[in-house]
């Protein structure tokens, strides 16, 4: 299992860039530092740093490999990826992007990681809001970090080394918390600014995306397939295998989860998803 995991997915894959991740930190906290200077959260760092991304640049958002996002950052600042950048040198991006990056520093240095969907309980009191972190594994457990925040006493817990109590969420163990805890599912989603965006079906996306990210198919947060959409309709069997899927989902080694998704294509990503894009709009991509 660790070989697959320190192993580059086509997506995190760094191609002809890849010597400009020589050199770069291999610890939590230095891959973390390196992707918060690479990346500007396209809504959440205009209240902390005052720039607003023009117009033109937002389609950097939906930049799915990070070949192309090293060759964008390159495009607009040509030193090395360590050195401080001005806001407007970064690309454009959201949680997935900073994620991406600090996985694809690891397994550059030959470290398993991988990317985890699911809902962070630490942005909005009350809510779960959309999310993505990293897993790196460090000899006998994965080390579950968020690359997109800075650390400090004010989270309440260590942003870089976070339990499975720390409040955040996989989208499988979301699904079995509104499916067997009670647990309300209008709480799951892209918070109270955006009330309609929420409930299972989008606790199932994430679920979705968080079981791709595990056979290393690194997804945008806006992509949508199958049981992630609002007009979906779950029988009584899709529910028994989306709770399997959940439960496995769940557990260190990926093997079970990877066989059970080899053995139905229901769990598996179709060659088509929707990417409801802010910058585009819903439109259909090959993936």
Not at 72 to 96: H, N, S
Not at 181 to 190: Q, T
Request: glycine share 8%; aromatic share 10%.
């Amino acid at each position: 299992m660790n070989d697959f995991y320190a192993a580059h997915s086509p997506v995190s894959h760094p191609g002809r860039h890849a010597a400009l991740l020589d050199g770069l930190p291999r610890d939590v906290a230095g891959v973390s530092r390196v992707a918060q200077g690479l990346v500007y959260h396209y809504v959440a760092d205009e209240q902390f740093f005052g720039f607003k991304p023009p117009k033109e640049r937002l389609p950097e958002i939906d930049t799915r490999s990070i070949e192309r996002i090293l060759g964008r950052l390159i495009e607009m600042d040509p030193r090395p990826f360590d050195q401080p950048r001005a806001f407007d040198k970064r690309i454009i991006g959201c949680c997935r992007d900073f994620a991406l990056l600090a996985c694809a520093m690891l397994r550059q240095a030959g470290f398993p990681a991988r990317l985890r969907h699911g809902f962070a309980g630490y942005f909005v009191p009350g809510w779960w809001i959309d999310h993505v972190v990293v897993e790196v594994w460090e000899g006998n457990r994965w080390r579950r970090f968020d690359a997109e925040v800075p650390p400090g006493d004010h989270w309440g817990f260590n942003v870089q080394d976070m339990r499975t109590d720390d409040p955040f969420v996989t989208g499988g163990r979301a699904w079995l918390m509104t499916r067997r805890e009670g647990a309300d599912p209008s709480k799951f989603g892209l918070g109270p600014d955006v009330p309609d965006v929420c409930g299972r079906w989008f606790i199932a996306g994430r679920m979705q995306q968080d079981i791709a990210a595990l056979h290393k198919q690194e997804m945008l947060c806006w992509d949508q397939w199958r049981y992630g959409t609002e007009e979906a309709v779950l029988t009584a069997e899709d529910e028994a295998l989306l709770d399997r899927a959940a439960e496995l989902s769940l557990e260190s080694d990926s093997t079970a989860l990877r066989a059970l998704c080899a053995s139905d294509e229901r769990l598996q990503v179709p060659a088509h998803v929707v990417c409801w894009s802010p910058a585009a709009g819903p439109h259909e991509v090959a993936v």
